[in-house]
C-alpha cells in the first residue's frame, strides 16, 4: 500500500480552501447576489441602461463569436472591465441559470418609490397601471411577471421585503432584460400599502379565482393589479381591502394559471381599457 505524504494533504486542502474562498466571495452576501446578472438577453438590456456595471465575466477559451462579440465591444467602449474565466466559475456566478457564456456584475438595482411609479405615468401622460407581486417564490415567475408588465406598460411593480424571491440572477434571466426597464418598490408591508395606493387615488383588483371575469370588469382608471403566490394566492387581508376582486374564467380540468399567464391576459387588457383601444 502507497502512503501519501502528509503535506501533500495539508497542500491539497490549502488548494480546495482558496479555490472555494475564489468562488464564494461574489456570493457572500446576499445582497451582492442581487448584482448578478446572467445571459445574453439580459447583458445586453444592462448595457442599453444607465445603470453602472462593475465587471463582465465571460467563458475563457470560447470563440466569442456572434452577440457575445457584440456585447464585449460595447462593454470595452463604455470603459467596462473584461474578464475571461473557466466554465465552472461563470456556472458559480449564474446560480445554477443558464449563462450563455456571459455574467456581468451591475450595481446593485435602485429600488423606486410609489411616487417614482405615478410620476411616471403622469411624465407620459398616463393612468397609472402599477402591478403588485404577493408573495411570489418562484424567480422564473416573479422575471416572467416584470416582462409581461412592462410589455404591458406597467409604471411599476411591488414586491415584499419578506416571504417572498427577491431580485436574483434567475429572476434577471426570467425577464429576459424586460427589469432594467420597470420600476421596482420593495416594500415591508403589501397590505399597508394597499392602503397608501388607495389614498392617492388608485383602485385596487385583486387577481382571484370566484371574482368578476376580468373582461367585465372597467379597468379605465388609475389602478393597481395584485397577483398572489403560487400556493396560496393573493393574501387575505390583501383581498379583502382590495377594491375588486377579478378572475380568469377556466373553463379546462384544471383549476388555475400560472401566475405569469394570468398576469399576461389581465395587463393587457387593462392596458388596452386604459388607452380607450
Known sequence: MAFKNRNDNKNNNFRKKEYKKDFKAPYEDSEREEGIVVGRNAVRELLKSERGIEK????????????ITVLIAEAVKNGIPISEVEGPKLDFLAGGTSHQGIVAVASLKEYSSIDDMIALANERGEKPLIVIADSIEDPHN?????????????????????????????VYKSSAGAIEHMLIAKVSNIATTVEQLKKKGLWIFASEAGGTPYYETDFDCACAVVLGSE??????????????????????????????????????HVARMQRNK
Open 56 to 67: 463582465i465575466y465571460v467563458k475563457k477559451g470560447g470563440s466569442h463569436e456572434g452577440s
Open 142 to 170: 416573479l422575471g416572467a411577471l416584470i416582462r409581461c408588465a412592462e410589455c404591458a406598460g406597467a409604471h411599476g411593480l411591488i414586491i415584499p421585503k419578506r416571504r417572498a424571491v427577491g431580485i436574483t440572477p434567475t
Open 231 to 268: 400556493g396560496n394566492g393573493v393574501s387575505h387581508i390583501v383581498k379583502e381591502n382590495s377594491d375588486y376582486i377579478v378572475s380568469i374564467p377556466m373553463y379546462g380540468k384544471v383549476n388555475s394559471l400560472n401566475v405569469s399567464t394570468a398576469a399576461s391576459v389581465i395587463l393587457c
